[in-house]
């Protein structure tokens, strides 16, 4: 929690200063990528905001009402994030490019506004480094590649993080691109296409987070390889014979429960199933990052309680 928080606040911070320079920028130049731009910051920085809320929602103690933590609500508030990001900066991107397109713009001195891109991409550039660096330390603890483990993570604020700055860099290249096309042909079609082409980015980084937090919120289970290194661990317990049932669910992010319906062997006393519980859960524990509750039913297999 405590990585994902500085990620978050880090992310947060580059957003909103680039949203004010980028605003600037637009007004002065009168550019339709510009704004957009101004737009996708400021939206990110929203994002950042509830992302914020997402963390310290989620790291909140277990309680009475909420036995199992508060791990689901930094899934909801994530979720809340991807929509602004939809909303504030998809929406108004392809709306306003496509405007630019219909209407034509008249672009000012367009200094200021390479400048700011230069910053930005320079500032965003830091962001990503931060979380790409929490993203390979975690990475290391799972034994997992980068890649793989930013594309099942649990952790959806630094999801969200690496997709947005990513989005962010790729976005700024759309603009200049879009800039300079319009500079040198005089045509709006380049800015307005630009505008347009940075708000489809942002609806696919939006719909993709949605995606993977609605997924998380009704009950997403761990990954088969996961799950398989779970068995394996079961199963090496000298006193199982067999997992009848296996089942694992993410409360939060990070936050891993496994539930096991366990076939001990018939020698295994009642004193003997309770310590090879208790040497299960430890091994768990142990060996998976992540696994916060541990439940094992003994349950003989359908042969042999015929």
Request: net charge negative; with cysteine.
């Amino acid at each position: 929690m405590g990585e994902s928080l500085g990620t978050v606040v880090v992310a947060g911070a580059a957003n909103l200063a680039i949203a004010l320079a980028k605003l600037v920028a637009g007004l002065i130049s009168g550019s339709a990528a510009m704004l957009s731009e101004a737009a996708h910051s400021a939206a990110d920085t929203v994002t950042e905001l509830l992302l914020l809320v997402s963390v310290r929602r989620a790291g909140k103690p277990a309680d009475r009402r909420h036995p199992f933590g508060h791990g689901s609500a930094g899934f909801l508030w994530a979720m809340t994030a991807a929509v602004a990001t939809l909303v504030g900066g998809a929406g108004f991107s392809i709306t306003h490019g496509w405007h630019t397109i219909i209407h034509g713009e008249q672009l000012e001195d367009l200094r200021l506004s390479y400048v700011v891109l230069a910053v930005s991409f320079v500032m965003e550039g830091v962001s990503f480094l931060k979380g790409l660096s929490q993203l390979r330390a975690e990475a290391g603890r799972h034994g997992v590649g980068p890649v793989q483990l930013a594309m099942r993570t649990s952790d959806t604020a630094l999801k969200a993080v690496l997709l947005e700055d990513s989005a962010a860099l790729i976005g700024l290249i759309l603009a200049a691109i879009g800039l300079l096309g319009s500079q040198l042909t005089g045509s709006a079609v380049w800015d307005g296409g630009a505008s347009i082409a940075i708000g489809l980015l942002l609806l696919a980084i939006a719909l993709s987070l949605i995606a993977a937090n609605a997924s998380l919120l009704i009950g997403q289970a761990a990954p088969p390889q996961r799950v398989t290194e779970i068995r394996a661990l079961l199963l090496a317990q000298p006193e199982v014979d067999d997992v009848v049932e296996l089942l694992t669910m993410y409360l939060g992010p990070g936050s891993l429960l496994v539930a096991a319906k366990v076939d001990f062997c018939d020698e295994a006393t009642v004193a003997g199933v309770e310590i090879a519980c208790d040497e299960i859960d430890r091994r768990l524990r142990e060996h998976i990052p992540g696994i916060t509750q541990v439940f094992l039913d003994p349950t003989p297999t359908r042969r042999r309680a015929s």
